[in-house]
């Protein structure tokens, strides 16, 4: 980046979008850029910056939400989540047992979670609630979250992973093992950001159907950044930029560091999935520092503080947070002398602690807040944090992740970071603190719960029945095809299609499909109940002149997934729990071409079980094909049963 200062013709530039912000505000600004940007396209060079933004927080001080409730208050309650998942994991791994667990990933995340349960995550109270993906390796905390609430006892965090024998809680958010608490199973890692944006399509197609009523309804879903290398995780990205799905915000923990190191040590991952979130159609709200940057920021008059922020890789800002102020001033600050000067009036301890956006509530606070009113598309927040924040000699190390255990050192450091009422000599046993009902503490967290309709996470258990169709739609059926062959794929689809059209039951079924239709025979159905797609038809398709055309539709009934089964299996899952999610049991079938459609989801197919999931499977042209000349894969003679 060039200094303004040396360039009258730069300055002369940054002077006249100034005026033109001034006068005109942002979108004449924006709309003046892009027709220089197209300009500039025309004569075959292609800008730079368009998707990539400076490395520092999207809303400037200025524009920034203001954060209403006490924050003091907030902030104990939140140290002693805190305080009460360190122990819980700590406890469990004190035997010889070695449960495991994780420490570092809520320990990053603590402000993350705590912003959205006291301000945004709607309960259940007055309609239906968020649906929110929480990140499997965070389940210590929202358990430390509930057991302030009075929800589990003393005896349930003792038996963390320990749940066949009740009381117990799983490792991971499973609500299979926790039925009336988890919604949605989010470990393996991946599946949480694929399921959440199906979810918040699905979501979009009951309302369009009028089966469900969206109204102002939110998917959050919490991830890390290491976890979005998985395939499913920015698979279908794509998808819910298309579809603009305002409903949905994805909150991506960005803490550096994954199992054995750092994300991206040699770039910016904050970078990376800001470039590939905004290109594909999403709103980007980056959350890089908090308050304590803010003066220093104001004093960066020539943008040289800016330079060095977009110049240092994620390597370099790990070893920040790991060896401390006295690096950081010498390492970071001290690569320019003017910008040393900006922070000669602080100690080493005073850099040290410059927070990083993620652990702001005030920061957090104005990205959750903008999400929620943004419009016409999804939302990604990238919050920067760090791995294992509190938690002493460990925090920002290589191993952190894999912390089971810390020094009595190090629990008395994250004792006093955060004021936890233990005492030296009661620290060694490693108490849970909860203080009583009546307390403020305990009285402010369930009075915020209440004002946003009730505590989650929370699963809905109780489930509408179904009528069942006229038994007459399977006389046809059983008196067989009168001698004439037909296979079992097509006699089922004809099944299918007389289920669809029952009015008892009709309008519970859903077709799913991967780009697959015509190969099962089912093309007479895009006419019958049309396609779904929230734009409707704006062309004319080909064979609108045939019976059986490709029809789309605003209010159609099959959802075609395209050469996506990784998409269509989660799609289905979102329909096959809509009895719990949605109060509307839903009766969805996925056809899969047998062969690509079900080993691809392996993973998938264990959330959807764990998930109580309720629908058909249906493996069509299963078993040894005769498709010889297409290879291997069609000749290895999958079972029917693996089918």
Known sequence: MQNSSKDPELQEWIDALKNIISEDGNERASFILG????????????????????????????????????????RKIRSLIRWNALVMVL??????????????????????????FNYFFQGSAEGQEDLIYFQGHSSPGIYARSFLEGYFSEEDLDNFRREVDKPGISSYPHPWLMPEYWQFPT???????????????????????????RNNRKVWVFCGDGEMDEPESKGAIGLAGREKLENLIFVINCNLQRLDGPVRG??????????????????????????????????????????????VVDGELQNFKAKGGAYTRQKFFGQDPEVLEM??????????????????????YAAYHKAVNSKGAPTVILALTTKGYGTGSREADNTT???????????????D?????????????????????????????????????????????????????????FDKYDAGSDGKKVSSTMSFVRMMTDVIKDKKIGQHIV???????????????????????????KYKPEDADQVMWYKESKDGVMLEEGINEAGAFSAWIALATAYSNYDLPMVPIYLFYSMFGFQRIHDLAWAAGDSQAKGFLIGATSGRTTLNGEGLQHQDGHSHLFS
């Open 343 to 364: 922070v000669e009036d602080l100690t080493d301890e005073d850099i040290y602690k410059l927070n990083r956006g993620g652990h702001d509530p005030y920061k957090v």
């Open 266 to 311: 040699n770039n910016k991952i904050i970078h990376e999935l800001e470039r590939e979130f905004r290109g594909s159609g999403w709103n980007v709200i980056k959350v890089v520092w908090g308050r304590q940057w803010d003066p220093i920021f104001a004093r960066d008059k020539q943008g040289k503080l800016q330079e060095l922020m977009d110049a």
């Open 511 to 537: 077709p799913i499909v991967p780009d697959e239709a015509r190969t099962f025979g089912m093309e007479g159905l895009f006419r019958q109940i049309g396609i779904y797609s929230s734009e409707g038809q």
């Open 187 to 213: 470990v393996s890692m991946g599946l949480g950001p694929i399921m959440g944006i199906y979810q918040a399509n699905i979501m979009r197609y009951l309302s369009a159907r009028g089966l469900a009523p």
């Open 417 to 473: 970071k955060f004021d936890i009422p233990v005492s030296d000599d009661d620290i060694e046993q490693l108490p849970y603190v909860r203080p009583a009902k009546d307390s403020p503490e305990i009285q402010y967290l369930l009075k915020t719960r209440e004002s946003l309709g009730g505590p989650i996470p929370r699963r809905r258990q109780h489930v509408k029945k179904l009528t069942m169709p006229d038994a007459n739609i």
């Open 35 to 74: 027709k220089l940007a197209s300009k500039l396209t025309e004569l075959g060079t292609i800008p730079n910056y368009n998707l990539t933004t400076p490395f520092r927080n999207s809303i400037p001080v200025s524009e920034e939400a203001k954060m209403p409730g006490d924050l003091f208050m907030e």
């Open 401 to 415: 992740h894999q912390v089971k255990k810390l020094t009595l050192e190090n629990i008395k450091s994250f004792r």
């Open 91 to 116: 406890r469990a791994n004190k035997s010889d047992d070695d449960l495991g667990g994780h420490i570092a990933t809520f320990s990053s995340s603590a402000t993350l979670y705590d912003v959205g």
